[in-house]
């Protein structure tokens, strides 16, 4: 059976594959530790549940408008006043069935075949096939340092007569990195001098550590007007664990909006009416589980910093913010996707190769587990990897050998 050239080149998603790979060998009653989930445990908020359970009992579920009900984006409207200091009016608002398929819509909307997106790295694993499914080009931008910060010389150097937008995911997945507040405000303007389309995937702001906060966008841009090209994205999907709810929003011009809001008419039309009340629920209501996911995941930040550095060889710099670090593992292996199989294999622990975000010789590992998983997949990491290990070792009834070569 024949399918497309573009189907083809777009390539699987790692951490899907991984989560697939996990969920199969539970299946079979192994004893796998998932430290590659890009999903919290802590329990959706009452407030949503309440609100979905309230508008089902009514059995009255119909199509919505395409740009999202009223109760959810008058929400988001409340949320980036309180959140980013910026009044913004519906004419500003499309929600969409997760951030997801929000930066997915706008890539349709604003890129032209052969144009550039900028995409430092480490950057997310769909950015750059989203990219490419629009016949776009992403552009990949290492730092000259090595390290997981972009600097305004690196953005610069990659910028052509074809770059149409640059991509900021800050806090960033994988490497839990915040950028800094003088970074993002010389992008801003830079961006607006320059005509081009500054998208902040900003689906993490919340759940950054040590006092610090996410820089908003917003303060430092001067084109409040229809023409500005700065772009936020943003969802329920982290801050209020709710993944499988699949809700996310697009903040941008009014331009913009309205031809977005065609893409998503004839893409999916509506989110579910379900979905988005139970996301109002989640705004609207009490937010003292944000915070209380956000010092649980600082916590566990914490413990698995302090367990890695107790290997010889690692190299990590402690993450900021969202639920990820990406530490170096280059004195074992320079192949991060035999090294993520080999611990999938022999220790099984699941991580997700750096490769796939850019990071070669990395692996990114969660901490929205718990303290238990943490400590113990990093032992059986060390295990399988330190060469004085034992080579055997019993995970209940079950016995692991190490062959590593």
Excluded at 229 to 247: D, E, H, P, Q
Excluded at 329 to 337: G, L, M, N
Excluded at 392 to 398: A, F, P, S
Aim: hydrophobic content about 40%.
């Amino acid at each position: 059976m024949s399918v497309s050239q573009l189907a083809r080149e777009v390539q699987e998603s790692p951490t899907l594959k991984m989560n697939e790979a996990a969920r199969l060998l539970r299946e079979k009653g192994e004893p796998v530790i998932h430290l590659g989930a890009g999903e919290p445990k802590s329990k959706v908020p009452i407030d949503a549940i309440l609100s979905c359970a309230a508008k089902l009992k009514t059995a009255d579920i119909r199509y919505t408008p395409t740009e999202g009900i009223p109760t959810l984006t008058k929400a988001i409207i409340r949320y980036t006043e309180e959140s980013y200091n910026k009044i913004i009016g519906h004419e500003n608002v499309i929600v969409h069935a997760g951030a997801k398929q929000a930066f997915y819509n706008l890539m349709m909307t604003i890129i032209n075949p052969q144009d550039e997106v900028i995409i430092p790295a480490p950057y997310w694993v769909s950015y750059p096939e989203i990219v490419k499914m629009v016949y776009g080009v992403p552009v990949l931008v290492h730092p000259e340092d090595g390290r997981f910060y972009p600097t305004m010389s690196d953005i610069t150097q990659n910028v052509g007569s074809y770059t149409k937008a640059v991509v900021i995911n800050s806090p960033n997945n994988p490497s839990g990195a915040v950028y800094p507040e003088e970074f993002i405000g010389e992008l801003v303007e830079y961006c607006e001098k320059k005509s081009i389309y500054l998208v902040m995937d900003d689906i993490y702001q919340k759940l950054v550590f040590n006092g610090k906060t996410a820089p908003p966008c917003f303060n430092y841009s001067k084109d409040d007007t229809d023409s500005s090209r700065l772009v936020v994205i943003n969802g329920v999907s982290k801050m209020y664990a709710m993944t499988g709810f699949r809700i996310g929003w697009t903040i941008t011009n009014r331009k913009i909006r309205e031809a977005m809001l065609n893409v998503a008419a004839q893409n999916t039309s509506c989110p579910s009416v379900l979905l988005q009340t139970a996301a109002a629920g989640a705004l609207n209501g009490v937010q003292t589980s944000v915070e209380s996911l956000r010092v649980f995941l600082e916590n566990n930040r914490n413990v698995m910093v302090n367990e890695l550095r107790a290997f010889n060889g690692i190299k990590i710099i402690p993450p900021d913010g969202t639920f990820y670090c990406l530490p170096d593992f280059r004195a074992y292996s320079k192949d991060s996707v035999e090294l993520a199989q080999f611990l999938l294999d022999k220790a099984l622990v699941v991580t997700v190769p750096g490769k796939e975000f850019g990071m070669e010789g990395h692996l990114r590992l969660s901490y929205c587990g718990t303290v238990k998983d943490i400590t113990e997949g990093i032992a059986r990491i060390k295990w399988a990897l330190d060469p004085d290990s034992p080579n055997e070792i019993y995970i209940g009834d079950r016995k692991l050998r190490r062959d590593w070569k």
